[in-house]
């Protein structure tokens, strides 16, 4: 089993320009969750997705954050225009199905906006 | 709303101590309890989980006990190891919801 894929592992910008993370989940399962780490704020949920449709997109920050997943294998969270403050590393994770099962999390995606 | 208290960290122990890390939630009905825990540079993996209440998660001799009169999901081991230093998390329910974390460090 590859496991959850994210790609880039490390990506550094500078502000106001766009940022596309990219995440491959486990084969087979139907749910899938963004998640941002932070030192301040801890582990927070952006957005997730039941068979490929967001079912609770509370958690994103505001307009500038964008997250798709136009297939059962693949997903995108977008920042557009990135700011200094989205600097954190990006989990996905995905499940078998929401609430009772394991969330296997990808290895984070890194990111730095000067 | 759903949510967790975690007990604050650094949690400094020596090898063979006993580990607690406490863990307290609010949430509607009776949703699924999980441990994780995260190594340095790495993602999330689980630890242990709890789908009812007086159900015991247990794995690589860590334990908690589902208590839903206390809504509490305690975290312990009999003694620790250098190599269980980490960052430890208590979520619940559909969508995780974490507590901020618990670090975990244990020296020889």
């Known amino acids: 089993d590859a496991g959850v894929i994210q790609s880039p592992r490390h990506e550094v910008t500078e502000m106001g320009q766009e940022v596309t993370l990219r995440c491959k989940p486990i084969?087979?399962?139907?749910?899938l969750f963004w998640y941002r780490q932070t030192m301040m704020r801890g582990l927070e949920l952006l957005i997730y997705?039941?068979?490929?449709?967001?079912?609770?997109d509370s958690g994103m920050p505001e307009d500038r954050f964008s997250a798709k997943m136009p297939n059962a294998s693949f997903s995108t969270l977008k920042i557009q225009p990135s700011e200094p403050r989205d600097s954190a590393v990006y989990f996905c994770?995905?499940?078998?199905?929401?609430?009772?099962?394991?969330?296997?999390f990808g290895p984070g995606t890194r990111l730095t906006v000067l | 709303g759903d949510s967790v208290t975690q007990m604050e960290g650094p949690v400094t122990l020596s090898e063979e101590a006993f580990l607690t890390i406490n863990c307290t939630y609010t949430?509607?009905?009776?949703?699924?309890l999980f441990w994780y825990v995260q190594y340095p540079g790495e993602g999330l993996q689980l630890l242990l989980k709890?789908?009812?209440?007086?159900d015991k998660g247990s794995n690589k001799g860590f334990e908690a006990t589902y208590r839903k009169e206390t809504t509490s999901f305690h975290l312990e081991k009999g003694s620790v190891q250098v190599s269980d230093s980490a960052v430890y998390f208590c979520?619940?329910?559909?969508?995780?919801?974490f507590g901020k974390g618990t670090t975990l460090s244990v020296s020889s």
């Open positions: 994770a995905s499940s078998l199905r929401d609430g009772y099962n394991e969330q296997f």
């Open positions: 949430a509607t009905g009776y949703p699924s």
């Open positions: 084969s087979g399962h139907n749910s």
């Open positions: 997705f039941n068979n490929n449709v967001p079912i609770d």
């Open positions: 979520a619940l329910g559909t969508a995780l919801i």
């Open positions: 709890a789908t009812k209440a007086d």
